[in-house]
């Protein structure tokens, strides 16, 4: 398949911020996006990158009705030497296509839409902010477009990339959070799409985050589905808790997202000798290390805000203070290490950066 690149014009360019303290996250997008289309029987085709544009959907399109999209979410950096730096964007397009499949959608070939995401952004590589934490984030999306009232996979799908200048994902930036832990409701089954990266999943998340909110609170820390006990996930971000000199997080048993940040965290850490564990623990087990002190960190990992430490959590009414509430030593070092890596400063050992500009 070939790549058209369709340049927008000059005279209908946007202004490109020059305030990077007020960039915020996903407000802002560039002047081109890429977009390639599916037909059953004919496979994608009519790939090009072209000026960013609304979609023409039909009102019976199928994403509209019964919810058939996934997409991802994955930044460029302009990093050591004025370089536009990716780090592990294939990964994220190898969850993409295990997300169409539990969605019955048809996969993207990697090798074409990776080329194709690079050239993106290195034509609107001047959208690229330079300040320090801040990059230009890509969001790539697949969409069933057939126009048909009726429960089956769809006949034609959009696939398309649009990316745009961000800052902090949090208004706290790099400085403790506090999560509401929500006993109320739940977010994702056991066999159900929790570890697919999809539309329903974040709808799903958005009373028990509006009503976290409300309260104060910045995220829902979720409890598993069944029993309502067990650590799952943030809404934004999967999450790892401290006791004393181990690390855990919980095991991905498909209710969860396969976080990039998360598997890149458990092998740093592994790497750095630190004992890290995929288990169940419960709610339970956090209020009561908490409260014996053998709770020293918790943190959040995501591609939207790298690591987030935890300076709250707030169950059955108590909040219970983590770290003091202040920021964790190894919530620290491991920012500061994956933003080095990702900004091509620090040596990457596991081959998880390419520079291609």
């Given at each position: ?37 599916y037909d059953a029987g004919k496979g994608w ?191 934004t971000m999967n999450i790892f808790f401290k ?115």
């Amino acid at each position: 398949m070939n790549l058209e690149v369709i340049k927008v014009d000059a005279s209908k360019k946007k202004p490109i911020p020059t305030d990077e303290s007020k960039l915020g996250f996903g407000q802002m997008f560039s002047d081109h996006m890429f977009m390639m289309e599916y037909d059953a029987g004919k496979g994608w085709h009519s790939a090009r990158i072209e000026p960013y544009h609304s979609l023409e959907l039909d009102p019976a399109a199928m994403v509209l009705h019964y919810g058939q999209e996934a997409f991802e979410g994955l930044k460029a950096y302009r990093g050591k030497d004025d370089g536009v730096y990716l780090f592990r964007y294939q990964d994220n397009l190898g969850r993409l296509n295990n997300s169409c499949d539990r969605l019955v959608m048809p996969n993207i070939d990697i090798p074409f839409v990776s080329e194709a995401l690079k050239k993106l952004v290195l034509l609107d590589q001047d959208w690229i902010p330079k300040s320090p934490g801040t990059s230009l984030y890509i969001r790539p999306n697949i969409v069933a477009v057939d126009p048909f009232v009726g429960v089956r996979p769809s006949n034609r799908y959009f696939f398309y990339i649009i990316v745009g200048p961000v800052g902090a994902y949090y208004p706290e930036g790099f400085n403790p959070v506090s999560i509401f832990v929500s006993d109320k409701y739940v977010r994702a089954v056991v066999g159900g799409i929790g570890a697919s990266k999809t539309a329903g999943n974040y709808a799903a998340s958005l009373l028990a985050q509006m009503e976290a909110k409300e309260k104060g609170f910045t995220q829902v820390l979720w409890l598993d589905a069944k029993e309502r006990k067990y650590i799952e996930e943030v809404g934004t971000m999967n999450i790892f808790f401290k006791f004393g000199d181990e690390v855990v997080t919980s095991p991905l048993t498909g209710s969860i997202l396969p976080g990039i940040t998360r598997d890149s965290v458990i092998k740093l850490l592994d790497k750095w000798g630190v004992k890290v564990s995929e288990r169940l623990f419960s709610i339970d087990d956090v209020v009561a290390a908490q409260k014996d002190g053998s709770l020293k960190e918790v943190f959040g990992t995501g591609t939207a805000a790298i690591i987030s430490p935890v300076g709250t959590i707030h169950y059955k009414g108590t909040d219970y203070p983590v770290a003091d509430q202040k920021t964790g030593e190894l919530s620290q070092k491991l920012y500061d290490y994956l933003l080095g890596l990702q900004y091509g400063q620090e040596e990457d050992t596991f081959g998880w950066v390419e520079k291609i500009g």
